[in-house]
């Protein structure tokens, strides 16, 4: 047989199965048909014979297209996407935090949420909160007013301007200082805000010549007006790379 002979095989070969196809395909959907105009528990299948049975394969499907493609990342019951994925991060030790806002719905009535101010606002409409009183069995106890403070910042690392900026704000803002693992300098006793003094793993300001917690010292700064409390630092976390 030569080469002309095996392409009329092969063609004759691809029309008759071209020709099952098609015809199993005719006496499939007239079964269908008939099977669908005869049954009588669904209506759409009834009134629709064949192209009615596309409601319920689409039915089924839908909710897979509108978990990938239609849903929102909040609307879905009773887990969403959003708090599928925190979840599906957090179990593989990756970070989930998300940054450029948030995916939450913010419009609703009684939504927290931080804006910028873009005038000061005035003392007759600030709101007060209630002071949180730390130590209430300390001799002296100390009621912070304010929920935002400034965190520990080293004298030697920012400096002298710095320091007394810092400490110049603190004391306009009513909210404390803390002083960081480098101790305490006169530049912090200045303007007179309330101060908290942090105890780092090298002891800063209260060690003793032999590296050990300078008793003594520690006294003496807890007697300073101005040191309201004292933060220790069990230990320091390495940021290789990205500086302190």
Known sequence: MGQSGWLIGLMEFMSLLFIF?????????????????????QAI???????GRLRYLL????KFFRQYFFAMDREELPFNRAQRSFVYRASKDLDTTASFGSTRDLTPV???????????????????SEPLVIGPQCPRPYAAPSLFNISGMSYGAVSKPAVQ???QGAARAGCW???????????????GCDLVFQIGTAKYGVRTPDGRLDHDRLRDLAA???????????SQGAKPGKGG
């Open 110 to 128: 009684g939504s927290v949420f931080f804006v910028n101010c873009p005038f000061p606002t005035l003392a007759t409409d600030a709101a007060t």
């Open 177 to 191: 200082l803390n002083t960081g693992e480098g101790g305490l300098s006169p530049y912090h006793l200045e303007a």
């Open 21 to 41: 196809v098609v015809g199993s395909t005719i006496a499939a959907l007239v079964v269908l048909y008939i099977i669908d105009r005869t049954q009588r528990t």
């Open 45 to 51: 299948r009834h009134n629709y014979p064949v192209v």
């Open 59 to 62: 039915e089924h499907l839908g």
């Open 165 to 167: 900026a810092l400490t």
């Open 224 to 234: 300073l007006a101005p040191v309201r409390m004292f933060e220790i630092k069990l």
